[in-house]
């Protein structure tokens, strides 16, 4: 009698802890759907991209900007560190040139297809994509200072 008691406890117990730990998930996960609606910067697939910032199925080997404006794509994803880490970077240059530059992200998890067209090998890969000239590609965690250069540089040529 004891030895089932036990057992009983154990299993309501870990089906508590269970219970439990599946409700935080979801809610991190609702923080993180609120998190992405509030983002100034717009998630891409490869359709969105085509449309916005490169139609590389009628453009492959030559660069003709599509949307009006100079934009960055960040290529990363979710378990990736350096790209949470760029993450907040980007949505603070986001908010600095809104009107000025477009900034997108692109789940190459979820994109592989476009992923594999712009042979992403390492993230966070982060293209700047001018008006005129060729587009620029950052690879790794770059802090502020050396994003708001490659914008200077790169996208608005101050």
Known sequence: MKKTTLLLLAALSLCMINCSSDKKGQNNTNTEQSTQEKSVI??????????????????????????????????????????KQLSPVLEKIAKDYEGKIAVYKVNTDKEKKLSMAMKIRNIPAVFFFPQEGEPYISIGYKNENEIVSYINKYLLFQ
């Open 42 to 83: 717009k998630s891409l697939t490869y359709n969105d991209f085509i449309k916005n910032v490169w139609d590389i199925n009628t453009y492959p080997n030559e660069y003709v900007p599509q949307n009006g404006k100079p934009c960055i794509v960040d290529f990363y994803a979710d378990w990736c560190p350096p790209c």
